[in-house]
C-alpha cells in the first residue's frame, strides 16, 4: 500500500479569542464524515471531499457542494465505477464541472473521472492511462481552467505519468520526453502531494525532489528541496509545501518523525530554500491566502482528554501566529481571500456540522507586486476597464472593496495580453483590483469607480 503524505493535519497555538467560524451541514449521513479537502471556486461555488473520521476508516467517495456560500450543500458519490478505488482529490472549475482521480491501494492502477452536472454523474477520461500494472500508479488531477488539467502518475518506465489537456479532458497527451527531467531509480510521487498556484503546479517525491511546471504541464524543472528533506512522506522525514503565487512559498515538516518541526520558505518558486527554522505554533494543516504572506491554518496541542484544538492566522509566513479562536476541531482548510474561507470539520448527522465558514474580520488582502506589471486603464473608469501588461498574460481577476469583500471576480480561459473587464454593475467608490498572471505572480492596483 502506497503513500498517502504522512503529515499531520491537527495543530495548534495558544491564546483565547472568541470564534469567527460558523458551522454548516456538509449534508454527509453517517457521523464522523470528516472533510479534508475543500476546492473555492468563488463566494458561493465550493466543493469539498469527504473521508471517514472515525474508528472505522471506510473508504468514502463522497463530495460535498454549495452554489449559495454555504448556506446549503448538496452531498453526492463519486462514481467512479469500482467501490474500492480510494479518491485522491477533487479539481473543481465551475458549480458543475469537476474531476477526481481515483486509485487502488493495491496495485495503484486508476485514473481521472469528470463531471458535468454537478457531480450527478461522472464519465472516466484518459482511459487508457494509468492501466499498466506494476508500474503504474496513479496520484492527482488538477485544472487550472475549464480547458487546461494535468494528471500525474509514478513513473512508467523512464518518466513520471504525466498528461495534459487543453479541452477540458476531450483528449489527452503526454509532454515531450525532453521536458520533464527523469526520475531518479525507485523515486516516486505522492497522494495529495500537489499544490498549483495560478498556472504554476508542483508535485513532491519520495527523493525529496520538487517538479515545478510554470506553464500548465508544457515544461517541467526539477527541484531541490530544503537540505534534510529527503523525503516528502514518509514517516520520519515528511513536508507539506504550500504556495502563494509562482515564488512565494513554505514547506512545514518533520526530520524526526514528528518531534519536532521546522519551517523552511522560498522566495524563488523552490528554487533554492532557506535554512529552515523550528516551528513550534503546530498549525500544520494551512492554506495561503492568495497572493498574500497571510496563512490561516488549524489544529491542536495535547493527547486524549488534553487535547485544545485551534484556528490562528499568521501575517509573515507562518513565523509568528494570531489565535482566531480555541475549542473547536477543524481539518483541512482554504482561502479564496481575506474575508471567504472554510475548514473542515466532522459531521454529527446530516443536518449538523462537517464544515465551519469563516464570519470573522477580514484578515487583508495585501498582496505581492511581482513582474506581472499590469496596467490598468482609464482610471477612474465609468465601468470598463482594460488590463494589459508586454510581460504577462492575465488569467484571473478579482475586486475588492475597501473591507476586503471580494465584489467581482472573473477568470479568463484563454490567455491574452490585454482583458477587458465590466466594473459597471459596482456603485461608484474606491476598490481594489487584483490581478493575477499566468505565472502565478499577483499584482493590485486601487481604481476608482466613478
Not at 500525474?152 to 503526454?174: H, I, K, L, N, Q
Not at 515538516?253 to 518531534?259: F, I, V
Not at 490562528?312 to 489565535?323: A, F, H, R
Request: glycine share 14%; proline share 3%.
Amino acid at each position: 500500500m502506497k503513500k498517502l503524505l504522512l503529515l499531520s493535519i491537527f495543530l495548534a497555538a495558544n491564546g483565547a479569542i472568541y470564534s469567527q467560524w460558523t458551522q454548516q451541514a456538509t449534508g454527509f449521513t453517517s457521523a464522523s464524515t470528516g472533510v479534508d479537502e475543500i476546492d473555492i471556486i468563488d463566494a458561493n461555488t465550493v466543493w469539498a471531499k469527504a473521508y471517514d473520521g472515525s474508528a472505522a476508516g471506510d473508504n468514502y467517495q463522497l463530495f460535498t457542494r454549495t452554489t449559495n456560500g454555504g448556506t446549503s450543500w448538496t452531498p453526492g458519490a463519486i462514481d467512479v465505477g469500482n467501490p474500492i478505488l480510494r479518491i485522491t482529490n477533487i479539481s473543481a472549475v465551475s458549480a458543475t464541472t469537476a474531476w477526481a482521480g481515483a486509485f487502488d491501494e493495491a496495485d495503484g492502477l486508476g485514473g481521472v473521472w469528470k463531471t458535468t452536472d454537478g457531480g450527478v454523474t461522472w464519465t472516466q477520461q484518459n482511459a487508457t492511462a494509468y492501466t499498466t500494472a506494476g508500474s503504474s500508479w496513479f496520484n492527482m488531477v488538477h485544472f487550472f481552467n475549464a480547458n487546461n488539467g494535468i494528471t500525474m502518475g509514478d513513473p512508467a518506465g523512464t518518466e513520471f505519468e504525466v498528461y495534459r489537456t487543453t479541452d477540458g479532458g476531450a483528449t489527452w497527451s503526454a509532454p515531450a520526453a525532453a521536458s520533464i527531467p527523469n526520475p531518479a531509480a525507485g523515486e516516486y510521487g505522492y497522494n495529495g502531494g500537489v499544490v498549483a498556484a495560478g498556472n504554476t503546479l508542483w508535485f513532491t517525491t519520495n527523493k525529496g525532489k520538487l517538479y515545478r511546471t510554470t506553464d500548465m504541464g508544457v515544461t517541467w524543472t526539477k527541484l531541490n528541496g530544503p537540505v534534510g528533506l529527503n523525503d516528502f512522506g514518509s514517516a520520519a522525514i515528511n513536508g507539506k509545501p504550500y504556495f502563494s503565487n509562482n515564488n512565494n512559498g513554505i514547506i512545514i515538516g518533520t526530520l524526526d518523525s514528528g518531534a519536532t518541526y521546522k519551517l523552511w520558505k522560498t522566495t524563488n518558486g523552490g528554487t533554492t530554500w532557506d535554512a529552515g527554522a523550528t516551528y513550534t505554533a503546530a498549525y500544520r494543516s494551512v492554506s495561503y491566502i492568495p497572493g498574500t504572506n497571510t496563512l490561516v491554518g488549524t489544529g491542536s496541542t495535547g493527547t486524549g482528554p488534553a487535547t485544545i484544538q485551534y484556528s490562528g492566522v499568521s501575517y509573515d509566513n507562518g513565523t509568528t501566529w494570531t489565535q482566531i479562536d480555541t475549542g473547536t476541531q477543524r481539518t483541512s482548510v482554504s482561502f479564496l481571500n481575506g474575508t471567504t474561507g472554510w475548514a473542515g470539520g466532522f459531521t454529527t448527522s446530516s443536518f449538523v456540522g462537517g464544515i465551519y465558514k469563516y464570519t470573522g474580520t477580514s484578515l487583508g488582502v495585501a498582496d505581492f507586486n511581482t513582474t506581472s506589471e499590469f496596467n490598468v486603464y482609464p482610471n477612474p473608469t465609468s465601468g470598463l476597464v482594460k488590463l494589459s501588461s508586454s510581460l504577462n498574460t492575465v488569467s484571473n481577476v478579482a475586486v475588492y472593496d475597501v473591507l476586503g469583500k471580494q465584489v467581482f471576480t472573473k477568470a479568463f480561459s484563454a490567455l491574452n495580453n490585454e482583458v477587458e473587464v465590466d466594473l459597471s454593475s459596482l456603485n461608484t467608490g474606491v476598490y481594489f483590483l487584483k490581478a493575477t498572471a499566468n505565472n502565478g505572480g499577483v499584482q493590485t492596483i486601487r481604481i476608482v469607480r466613478d
